[in-house]
């Protein structure tokens, strides 16, 4: 019923910025929650960024300060924006959201929904 997919991810040298999308679609009845968790090789799947339906939003210790999750309600989206990044970054960022959708019976169902995953390499 729902679909997330990214965009975004990429090379960039140490320092630089890059800025990652997802976009939900489908029959979408309501976003609780949208995160964002990397993985990088052979290290367990880490949450990194998370924004609520309120709009409060909360981030792991090793990215605060230079990340920043935020969205766009209209068009079902939310972003990642980092800035000052390092080698340590370097990871398989996936998307993941917290979604009531409607289902071919009429009725809802609340699951979690995860995008293909997008790779981001920072390398000198």
């Known amino acids: 019923q729902v679909q997330l997919v990214e965009y975004g991810g990429g090379l960039v040298q140490p320092g630089g910025s890059l800025r990652l999308s997802c976009a939900a679609s489908g029959s979408i009845f309501r976003i609780y929650a949208m995160n964002w968790y990397r993985q990088a090789p052979g290290k367990q799947r880490e949450l990194v960024a998370t924004?609520?339906?309120?709009?409060?939003?909360n981030y792991d210790d090793s990215v605060k300060g230079r990340f920043t999750i935020s969205r766009d309600n209209a068009k079902n989206t939310v972003y990642l924006q980092m800035n000052s990044l390092k080698p340590e970054d370097t990871a398989v960022y996936y998307c993941?959201?917290?979604?009531?959708?409607?289902?071919?019976?009429?009725?809802?169902?609340?699951?979690?929904?995860w995008g293909q995953g997008t790779q981001v390499t920072v390398s000198s």
């Open positions: 924004i609520l339906s309120g709009g409060s939003t």
């Open positions: 993941n959201a917290d979604i009531a959708a409607r289902r071919y019976s009429g009725s809802y169902s609340r699951d979690d929904y």
